[in-house]
């Protein structure tokens, strides 16, 4: 199955983005968005799976770095 996720960014102007994925991604998971690291906050299925692909929406939020 290739997932296509559409990322949205919230906290933070960023375009996000749309990607082709071989897993779903999962909240609490971690991405990278044009070299910054964001937190996956939620998933949702966009339109039911159609043949090998899967339609997601993802929103993420800036991952706050400690130091």
Not at 26 to 51: C, K, N, Y
């Amino acid at each position: 199955m290739i997932y296509k996720v559409s990322y949205v960014v919230v906290g933070k102007p960023h375009p996000g983005a749309i990607v082709n994925l071989d897993a779903p991604p999962r909240v609490g998971d971690r991405v990278q968005l044009s070299g910054e690291l964001f937190e996956v906050t939620e998933v949702i299925d966009l339109i039911p799976p159609r043949g090998e692909f899967a339609y997601l929406h993802v929103t993420c939020r800036p991952v706050q770095e400690t130091t």
